[in-house]
């Protein structure tokens, strides 16, 4: 069993920046990849970033790349979710995840535990 914790979201202005964290809690963390996912009110959950367990690999979505980047401190299992060049289209309740396979990937119904979410709101 793991147990997730975000934490960091906001409102923010549209240009700003955000990082989010997400805390694991129970079994190993090092060994799992991490994920992160976002949910904006009437649409469907989608991928936004994920990292392999050793930080080695990464791998975003289309619409943050360049913007966003996701990073990990396995001493303190957490993983992160630095936000640059916030759009209104950012809004949404981020979600981070994980899975036990290691390596990031895009797949949702992949990933074995989830977080509660934290809103992130951007201002135009």
């Known amino acids: 069993q793991v147990t997730l914790v975000e934490s960091g979201g906001k409102l923010v202005q549209a240009g700003g920046s955000l990082r989010l964290s997400c805390a694991a809690s129970?079994?190993?963390?090092?060994?799992?990849?991490m994920g992160w996912f976002r949910q904006a009110p009437g649409k469907e959950r989608e991928f936004v970033a994920a990292?392999?367990?050793?930080?080695?690999?990464?791998l975003y979505a289309d619409s943050v790349k360049g913007r966003f980047t996701i990073s990990r401190d396995n001493a303190k299992k957490t993983v992160y979710l630095q936000m640059n060049s916030l759009k209104p289209e950012d809004t949404a309740v981020y979600y981070c995840?994980?899975?036990?396979?290691?390596?990031?990937?895009?797949?949702?119904?992949?990933?074995?535990?989830w977080g509660q979410g934290t809103q992130v709101t951007v201002s135009a």
């Open positions: 995840a994980s899975d036990g396979n290691g390596w990031p990937h895009a797949d949702l119904k992949q990933y074995d535990y």
């Open positions: 129970g079994r190993t963390f090092n060994g799992y990849a």
């Open positions: 990292i392999s367990w050793s930080g080695g690999n990464t």
